[in-house]
């Protein structure tokens, strides 16, 4: 007797690509993070960008108060607005440099006492003790208030007949033969870098503090049971530790502080004073002030370049430190 296998049925073959071509749900799947991010690039082009681009093109024009209605009209002045910027023999350019230089300084100041501030609260911050979550908080209040706010309130602090700086320094504790004047003359730098420090130093505190918990706790018992003390355990643990954090936390400083604008001209208005004239607020007054947009416009790419220039470097070097540490 014979038996017949039963027949199987014929499948349809699986349509198969040419080689190199990607699937359809592949390619969609690789394209659709673009997409998602594509308008947020348009809006990252538009705000700053294109304001970019323009202010470069104006850089290159004898633009002022004449040409405001339409600025394309106004005359090529080719390189002129930057040899005027950088021609240091001359008022506008001997300005500049003063400006600058007085930025230099307070940034340096200002980052410095930032970073030094921060890290001491952070690390003394390390250890658990009761209410220690409250001073957090308290510590983080400056940062978290709006800038405008803060610096109106220094403002009325700073007052010479009614505020409390004086009230404190010359009639509680007579540290001064009269009341001072803070917010004019040598004065105003070390009243714009007081509020620089107290609006500043509790970024760089929230950033240590955070690197902090990545840092074992085992390293600095083994260094207690060694007999390291405190200075030793900040300098052999925690600072190297805390190096890869730091090198952002100041760049980041850095840029922020030289930049800052708000702070100068809610401190001091329209005109800062000569010991206080930061670039930002001295470009502001060649540009909306003296409507020499020109010449403002090359200013700010000048300062473009300085920071570009800085950065690039400070990236090289902390590159170079990084893997010169990881090849020893």
């Known amino acids: 007797m014979t038996t017949t296998s039963p027949v199987k049925a014929a499948t349809p073959a699986a349509p198969t690509n040419?080689?190199?071509a990607a699937a359809p749900g592949r390619l969609?799947?690789?394209t659709l993070p673009y997409l998602l991010l594509l308008p947020a690039l348009l809006l990252e082009l538009l705000v700053h960008l294109v304001p970019m681009v323009i202010g470069i093109v104006m850089s290159f024009k004898e633009l002022t108060q004449s040409y405001i209605r339409d600025w394309g009209t106004a005359p090529w002045?080719?390189?002129g607005n930057y040899h005027v910027s950088v021609d240091f023999d001359a008022p506008v350019g001997e300005a500049l440099l003063h400006s600058f230089l007085v930025t230099v300084a307070f940034t340096l100041l200002s980052v410095g006492l930032c970073w030094l501030t921060g890290t001491a609260a952070a690390v003394f911050m390390q250890d658990a003790f009761r209410g220690r979550g409250l001073l957090r908080a308290l510590f983080l209040v400056p940062y978290a208030l709006p800038v405008y706010a803060a610096v109106i309130t220094w403002v009325f602090m700073f007052q010479r007949d009614n505020g409390l700086v004086n009230h404190v320094l010359h009639d509680q504790l007579h540290l001064t033969g009269e009341r001072s004047f803070w917010l004019i003359g040598d004065n105003s730098f070390v009243a714009l870098l007081t509020?620089?420090?107290?609006?500043g130093w509790p970024f760089a505190f929230l950033i240590v503090m955070a690197g902090l918990?990545?840092?074992p706790r085992e390293l600095y018992e083994a260094a207690a049971l060694d007999?390291?003390?405190l200075w030793q355990r900040l300098r052999r643990i925690t600072l190297p530790s805390l190096?890869?954090?730091?090198?952002?936390?100041?760049?980041v400083l850095f840029l922020w502080t030289f930049n800052d604008f708000n702070t100068p001209y809610v401190l001091f208005?329209?005109?800062?004073p000569e010991a206080a004239d930061l670039v930002s607020v001295h470009i502001y007054q060649a540009s909306f002030v003296s409507w020499d947009f020109g010449t403002g416009s090359a200013m700010s790419v000048l300062l473009l370049l300085f920071l570009l220039a800085v950065t690039g470097g400070y990236l090289i070097l902390t590159s170079r430190g990084r893997r010169r540490t990881s090849d020893a």
């Open 243 to 251: 190096r890869p954090v730091n090198q952002v936390l100041v760049l």
């Open 269 to 272: 208005g329209r005109a800062a």
């Open 28 to 30: 969609r799947r690789a």
């Open 195 to 199: 509020v620089s420090v107290w609006k």
């Open 18 to 20: 040419p080689p190199g």
């Open 213 to 215: 918990q990545n840092i």
């Open 227 to 229: 007999g390291a003390g």
């Open 77 to 79: 002045a080719g390189l």
